[in-house]
């Protein structure tokens, strides 16, 4: 079954602590991103990855960082740096090389609660 | 950067009867313009796009128009159906990004 599978669902943070939030897809999409959605808000980007080994900052980079070792995987981590970190947070990937350039496929999503 | 406004943030339509969402944009350099549905819980996926080299598309019950002129282009939806009820997302943008409306909540009356 193709597609992109973020985990977990759910997650609960303390106050100060990194969390990672995983995405693997096997679509074979060069293209992967990370967005956050929030209440009303729409959907803001976080970060985005072109190409294995290189990635670039999106509208709201700050207070997160991530990798992208393998074509496969974009794991996004939360760091304590983010000030508002509670959210649901998707993951997605595109044939194509940039967020504009053609349909973006989703993962289900991951919903952080910072206690 | 894009700023895209999305207009109404709740609507609310019997079924049978016709739905349209409506979305203005900035940057006149973008021209890729996709619809994504959010069914509740569920992960965004896209419906319909269109290109600046095109006016209007339609796919059965949903269409979408473009005035690049005016810098807007709307969602329409014919003879709404309860499957229809979710949260619409309309983008702007191109190679360089993609910006997101905050989303209509697109509610079904039996």
């Known amino acids: 079954d193709g597609g992109i599978t973020q985990s977990p669902k759910y997650l609960f943070r303390k106050e100060g602590q990194n969390v990672t939030l995983s995405c693997e897809q096997n679509l074979n999409h060069d293209a992967m991103y990370w967005y956050r959605q929030d209440p009303g808000q729409g959907l803001r980007l976080i970060y985005y990855?072109?190409?294995?080994?290189?990635?670039q900052k999106g509208d709201i980079a700050e207070g997160y960082s991530v990798s992208r070792e393998k074509k496969e995987s974009f794991p996004l981590t939360v760091t304590s740096a983010q000030k508002n970190p509670t959210a649901f947070y998707l993951c997605a990937s595109s044939r194509g090389q940039g967020p504009g350039t053609g349909e973006l496929f989703f993962g289900e999503g991951s919903r952080l609660t910072v206690l | 950067g894009e700023n895209v406004e999305q207009h109404p943030s709740t609507l609310s339509v019997q079924e049978g009867d016709s739905a349209v969402i409506k979305c203005t944009y900035s940057?006149?350099?973008?021209?890729?313009f996709p619809w994504y549905k959010q069914e509740l819980g569920k992960r965004p996926q896209l419906i319909i796009d269109?290109?600046?080299?095109?006016g209007e598309k339609k796919d059965q019950r949903i269409a979408v128009t473009l005035n690049k002129t005016a810098k807007h282009f709307s969602l329409h939806i014919t003879e709404t159906q309860p499957e229809d009820s979710a949260v619409y997302f309309c983008?702007?943008?191109?190679?360089?990004?993609?910006?997101f409306g905050k989303g209509t909540h697109l509610i079904i009356q039996p």
């Open positions: 983008a702007a943008g191109g190679a360089d990004g993609l910006t």
């Open positions: 269109i290109r600046s080299n095109v």
């Open positions: 940057d006149s350099a973008s021209n890729y």
């Open positions: 990855s072109q190409i294995v080994n290189d990635f």
